[in-house]
Nanobody
Framework: VQLVESGGGLVQPGGSLRLSCAVS????????IAWWRQAPGKEREGVSC????????NEADSVKGRFTISGDTAKNTVYLQMNSLKPEDTAVYYC???????????????????WGQGTQVTVSS
């Protein structure tokens, strides 16, 4: 299983970015996929999770209304559209596969097994 993130970069506050997570070795229909992030000096936190199999999405309260997760089964890729970005969104963003086809009710590390290498998102003027 391999996950490769892309799309990070430097953006001004209020701007937008779209992250991509290309998945190989498993299909989006088999396992839920989540985006996590880790800011300097902080613990890694779950951002958003999608279960293509069940058609469900879980989101952290901090990103509701600003971030949108989606999946393209033809490309086996998960996206994270990030709008209205804030400086506190600055972090390394990772995608990860859940250990089952549904999103866990809480973002806990042990619920996810394969991780990508991460992509840096910096929100600054």
């Amino acid at each position: 299983v391999q996950l490769v993130e892309s799309g990070g970069g430097l953006v001004q506050p209020g701007g937008s970015l779209r992250l991509s997570c290309a998945v190989s070795g498993v299909t989006l229909n088999s396992y839920a996929i989540a985006w996590w992030r880790q800011a300097p000096g902080k613990e890694r936190e779950g951002v958003s999770c999608i279960s293509v199999n069940r058609g469900t999405i879980n989101e952290a309260d901090s990103v509701k209304g600003r971030f949108t997760i989606s999946g393209d089964t033809a490309k086996n890729t998960v996206y994270l559209q990030m709008n209205s970005l804030k400086p506190e969104d600055t972090a390394v963003y990772y995608c990860a596969t859940a250990v089952q086809s549904w999103c866990p009710s809480q973002f806990r590390n042990f619920e996810f097994d394969y991780w990508g290498q991460g992509t840096q998102v910096t929100v600054s003027s």
